[in-house]
């Protein structure tokens, strides 16, 4: 069964104060590693799709990074619009080819 | 373009009473999911659409959740009766499908509450 675990599970960061949320995941085989972002109140924003271990992504001040085990998003200089629930989820190779298993997000808080 | 349409975004009920949950996806986006979210927790997928046809509805509780997808368009979530448990946030994404698979386009959400 595909697990995946997000910490911290709420982050509170200083205008500027640069930081990075974990995402590690179990998977017989990963077909993509996936990065969302949902506001209060509205479904979740796709940001990222990940497929192997090195690769990197990067939209305005985050980017991330994969491993074989573990997915990193890094916020650099964040702002107070940064705030939000961070959600990754994975996508196993095998199996039902498009279900998307959630990790629990990180709530992050950005104070000006 | 208009993104994913859901209603309504609240519904209050008293327990055993029905509800419906009614979502419109992205013009030409042929796969349709409805997933569950409870609070603090990362969307559960209760069934996923490829047109009109449910390709993957394992996790829905079928004595008493049902969907529908008419004309491969627009979809229906139904809950009869709706127990305590049941309130939740629900939420219809859809895709294009292809490649993309990870990339969904969610609604704002029906957030029913289960009195």
């Known amino acids: 069964e595909d697990q995946v675990t997000q910490s911290p599970e709420a982050l509170r960061l200083q205008e500027g104060e640069s930081s990075s949320l974990n995402c590690s995941y179990t998977?017989?085989?990963?077909?993509?590693l996936f990065w969302y972002r949902q506001d209060p109140g509205k479904g979740p924003e796709f940001l990222f799709t990940?497929?192997?271990a090195g690769e990197e992504k990067e939209k305005e001040r985050l980017k991330a990074t994969l491993t074989k085990k573990e997915s990193f998003l890094h916020i650099t200089a964040p702002k107070p619009e940064d705030s939000a629930t961070y959600l990754c989820?994975?996508?196993?190779?095998?199996?039902?080819?498009?279900?998307?298993?959630f990790g629990s997000g990180t709530q992050l808080t950005v104070l000006p | 373009e208009a993104g994913v349409v859901q209603s309504p975004r609240y519904k209050i009920i008293e327990k055993k009473q029905p509800v419906a949950f009614w979502c419109n996806p992205i013009?030409?986006?042929?796969?349709l999911y409805w997933y569950l979210q409870n609070l603090g927790q990362g969307p559960e997928l209760l069934i996923r659409?490829?047109?009109?046809?449910?390709?993957?509805d394992s996790q829905l509780p079928k004595d008493r959740f049902s969907a529908e997808r008419l004309k491969g368009v627009d979809s229906t979530l139904k809950i009869q009766p709706a127990e305590l448990g049941d309130s939740a946030v629900y939420l219809c994404?859809?895709?294009?499908?292809?490649?993309?698979?990870?990339?969904?386009?969610f609604g704002e959400g029906s957030r029913l509450t289960v009195l």
């Open positions: 998977v017989s085989g990963l077909r993509g």
């Open positions: 990940l497929y192997s």
């Open positions: 994404a859809s895709s294009l499908g292809g490649s993309n698979t990870g990339e969904l386009f």
């Open positions: 659409y490829e047109n009109e046809e449910a390709v993957d």
């Open positions: 013009s030409g986006h042929n796969t």
């Open positions: 989820a994975v996508q196993d190779r095998s199996g039902s080819a498009r279900q998307l298993t």
